[in-house]
């Protein structure tokens, strides 16, 4: 009985992949985000 | 909706709340990136250039004011509100509150009355600011009990992370709606009112709270004898914890970290060309902020991490020292060695400090009033936020005008105003220093908190039967 609720109680393989998708719909915006801004910060060190 | 069906079940993946709470927050991070708006907005009659009747800039910079101002009030109003009714309710409210507020003041830019923007983007917005930004805050503290500051950190990175991309979006959009009839920024507040609302129901409808009692797996609480004494095991109520003089030690905390970096922020590009003279071009200036916005977002996510390990206290130990220390160096850097490098990474460190304070305040608090209404109370410290947006840009930019008057200078302008700074780190060391564990009389009990619901229970039907009786 006890295993059953510890096996429960870990994540699902397809609780991993909404994990892995969602993370990948915030990162990729902030990843541009970032890129866009690095492109502004080059022109700090080369004048 | 309600807090009670989204508690999670067995299996549920904790790492699905860090990015729930970052599409809200890199959602409503685009207020700080509002100011790529201003220009546009000045000739939406003129098109190609400001004409009769058309906005001044003056006029235009109240309505990112008025939603600051909303924040601060929001969060601290509704902060009881968020954890009584869970993330969930909260979060889809912000996402109606900002999306609306951008569609509003699409009407305001069609219509051309600024008071739409003032109440579509500033009110609106605002409030959807205050809720958004306080929403996640306790859920991600109660999933992550062994990791409260990188959790809070990751969410709270995001709303710095916000402003990197509404930026350059809003920017890309304006280009894509201009016409030879419009400067695009009408139909650019829809596009994003209605990306921004999905986004947030996105993040709203993944979140879940955790099922009372619930623990990481492998994970027990350190025995009371190996934990720090700052870190309580107990809860004080929202409504007492304006009550303890550690609120305003961490209001005062809270408030002179942020003023240090928010005048900062607010005249970066302005502040390297005058102190480098003809040798950084606007371009360039333009890149400054950009890195200091980077060592922003990045500062949050690493220092709130960093706390920890070192401890919240320690934390900001750091933050008023070596912030201290690099405010009263930058003259030497700046007008005195001439060194832009070490200019550029002198702000850089302060920057990421600045954003590590905000990061670091919601497991600050959970360590010091307990997790049970760290939402709420963390709300009604953000008035220290509202505070140092007025405070911060007023020290750096009167002290400026002052100086030059004085005919100090432009390159020595900026120098008192930095001395002023340290000394403001200075007083926010002292106060951290003096903050101690919270008196015991505060703690809630059991049977203290059923007689306060009883007491507003009483109240409450006791004001409901008043018109009866009448």
């Given at each position: 009985m006890?295993?059953?609720?510890q096996?429960?109680?870990?994540?699902?393989?397809?609780?991993?992949?909404?994990?892995?998708?969602?993370?990948?719909?915030?990162?990729?915006?902030?990843?541009w985000?970032?890129?866009?801004?690095?492109?502004?910060?080059?022109?700090?060190?080369?004048? | 909706?309600?807090?009670?069906?989204?508690?999670?079940?067995?299996?549920?993946?904790?790492?699905?709340?860090?990015?729930?709470?970052?599409?809200v927050?890199?959602?409503i991070?685009?207020?700080?990136?509002?100011?790529?708006?201003?220009?546009?907005?000045?000739?939406?009659?003129?098109?190609?250039?400001?004409?009769?009747?058309?906005?001044?800039?003056p006029a235009?910079?109240?309505?990112?004011?008025?939603?600051?101002?909303?924040?601060?009030?929001?969060?601290?109003?509704?902060?009881?509100?968020?954890?009584?009714?869970?993330?969930?309710?909260?979060?889809?409210?912000?996402?109606?509150?900002?999306?609306?507020?951008f569609?509003?003041?699409?009407?305001?830019?069609w219509t051309?009355?600024?008071?739409?923007?003032?109440?579509?983007?500033?009110?609106?917005?605002?409030?959807g600011?205050?809720?958004?930004?306080?929403?996640?805050?306790?859920?991600?503290?109660?999933?992550?009990?062994?990791?409260?500051?990188?959790a809070?950190?990751?969410?709270?990175?995001?709303?710095?992370?916000?402003?990197?991309?509404?930026?350059?979006l809003?920017?890309?959009?304006?280009?894509?709606?201009?016409?030879?009839?419009?400067?695009?920024?009408?139909?650019?507040?829809i596009?994003?009112g209605?990306?921004?609302?999905?986004?947030?129901?996105?993040?709203?409808?993944?979140?879940?709270?955790?099922?009372?009692?619930?623990?990481?797996?492998?994970?027990?609480?350190?025995?009371?004898?190996?934990?720090?004494?700052?870190?309580?095991?107990?809860?004080?109520?929202?409504?007492?914890?304006?009550?303890?003089?550690?609120?305003?030690l961490?209001?005062?905390?809270?408030?002179?970290?942020?003023?240090?970096?928010?005048?900062?922020?607010?005249?970066?590009?302005v502040?390297?060309?005058?102190?480098?003279?003809?040798?950084?071009?606007?371009a360039?200036?333009?890149?400054?902020?950009?890195?200091?916005?980077?060592?922003?977002?990045?500062?949050?996510?690493?220092?709130?991490s960093?706390?920890?390990?070192?401890?919240?206290?320690?934390?900001?130990?750091?933050?008023f020292?070596?912030?201290?220390?690099?405010?009263?160096?930058?003259?030497?850097?700046g007008?005195?060695?001439?060194?832009?490098?070490?200019?550029?990474?002198?702000?850089?460190?302060?920057?990421?400090?600045?954003?590590?304070?905000?990061?670091?305040?919601?497991?600050y608090?959970?360590?010091?009033?307990g997790?049970?209404y760290?939402?709420?109370?963390?709300?009604?410290?953000?008035?220290?936020?509202?505070?140092?947006g007025?405070?911060g840009?007023?020290?750096?930019?009167?002290?400026?005008?002052?100086?030059?008057?004085?005919?100090?200078?432009?390159?020595?302008?900026?120098?008192?105003?930095?001395?002023?700074?340290?000394?403001?780190?200075?007083?926010?060391?002292?106060?951290?220093?003096l903050?101690?564990?919270?008196?015991?009389?505060?703690?809630?009990?059991?049977?203290?908190?059923e007689?306060?619901?009883?007491?507003?229970?009483?109240?409450?039907?006791?004001?409901?039967?008043?018109p009866?009786?009448?």
């Amino acid at each position: 009985m006890s295993e059953q609720t510890q096996r429960s109680e870990e994540p699902s393989s397809s609780s991993k992949v909404l994990v892995i998708l969602f993370w990948g719909y915030v990162s990729l915006p902030l990843a541009w985000g970032v890129y866009e801004t690095s492109k502004g910060v080059v022109a700090l060190f080369t004048g | 909706m309600s807090k009670e069906r989204i508690t999670a079940g067995p299996g549920f993946n904790r790492w699905l709340i860090p990015p729930a709470a970052l599409a809200v927050h890199l959602s409503i991070g685009q207020a700080y990136a509002f100011s790529v708006f201003n220009e546009p907005l000045t000739r939406v009659i003129g098109i190609n250039e400001p004409a009769q009747g058309d906005w001044g800039i003056p006029a235009l910079g109240w309505i990112f004011s008025i939603a600051i101002v909303f924040l601060g009030l929001s969060a601290a109003v509704f902060g009881e509100w968020v954890e009584e009714v869970g993330p969930r309710k909260t979060m889809f409210t912000a996402a109606c509150c900002w999306g609306a507020g951008f569609i509003v003041s699409a009407i305001g830019v069609w219509t051309h009355q600024l008071w739409l923007l003032y109440f579509g983007y500033g009110v609106l917005g605002g409030i959807g600011l205050g809720l958004g930004y306080i929403s996640p805050v306790g859920t991600l503290i109660r999933w992550f009990p062994d990791r409260r500051g990188m959790a809070t950190g990751m969410a709270i990175m995001g709303f710095g992370g916000g402003a990197l991309i509404g930026s350059p979006l809003g920017v890309s959009l304006i280009g894509l709606f201009e016409t030879d009839s419009s400067v695009g920024v009408a139909p650019t507040f829809i596009t994003m009112g209605v990306l921004y609302f999905i986004s947030m129901c996105l993040g709203a409808f993944v979140v879940r709270v955790p099922a009372e009692g619930w623990k990481p797996e492998g994970w027990e609480p350190p025995p009371e004898s190996e934990q720090s004494a700052m870190i309580t095991r107990n809860d004080v109520h929202v409504r007492d914890a304006h009550k303890t003089p550690q609120f305003w030690l961490l209001w005062v905390i809270l408030c002179f970290n942020v003023t240090a970096g928010i005048g900062v922020l607010g005249q970066a590009s302005v502040m390297i060309q005058e102190t480098f003279g003809g040798a950084i071009t606007a371009a360039a200036a333009a890149g400054f902020v950009g890195l200091l916005s980077l060592f922003n977002m990045v500062g949050r996510f690493f220092w709130a991490s960093t706390s920890d390990y070192i401890g919240r206290k320690m934390t900001y130990f750091i933050f008023f020292g070596l912030g201290t220390a690099l405010y009263a160096l930058v003259p030497l850097f700046g007008s005195g060695l001439n060194s832009v490098f070490f200019f550029v990474l002198a702000f850089g460190i302060i920057l990421s400090m600045y954003g590590g304070g905000f990061a670091t305040i919601p497991a600050y608090l959970a360590d010091i009033f307990g997790t049970r209404y760290v939402g709420a109370i963390h709300g009604r410290l953000l008035t220290a936020w509202a505070a140092a947006g007025v405070l911060g840009p007023v020290l750096v930019n009167y002290i400026r005008e002052f100086q030059l008057n004085a005919g100090v200078a432009s390159a020595d302008a900026y120098n008192v105003t930095m001395f002023i700074m340290a000394g403001l780190l200075v007083i926010g060391f002292i106060a951290n220093f003096l903050v101690k564990p919270v008196d015991p009389k505060f703690h809630m009990s059991e049977s203290g908190e059923e007689e306060r619901e009883e007491a507003s229970s009483t109240s409450a039907s006791s004001s409901s039967s008043k018109p009866a009786e009448a």
